[in-house]
């Protein structure tokens, strides 16, 4: 099983990554015409979030 982490970017989208790389990029403001995937529109719509991380790692 890979290492996975989630790492909520500061303004931006879940970045969802395994082993280290990005696997996806989440949209996290709504605003996305690709949802659940993110394509930048949170520039545009202002949206202010804090960043943060949450890994699973294996055993």
Known sequence: M???EFEFT???PLLVKADGKVEYALC??????KK???NGAHINA????D???L????S
């Open 51 to 53: 960043a943060s991380k």
């Open 55 to 58: 890994e699973l790692k294996k």
């Open 10 to 12: 500061k303004d931006g």
């Open 2 to 4: 890979a290492n996975i």
């Open 28 to 33: 996290r403001c709504g605003h996305s015409s």
């Open 36 to 38: 659940p995937f993110c």
């Open 46 to 49: 202002g949206f202010k979030a």
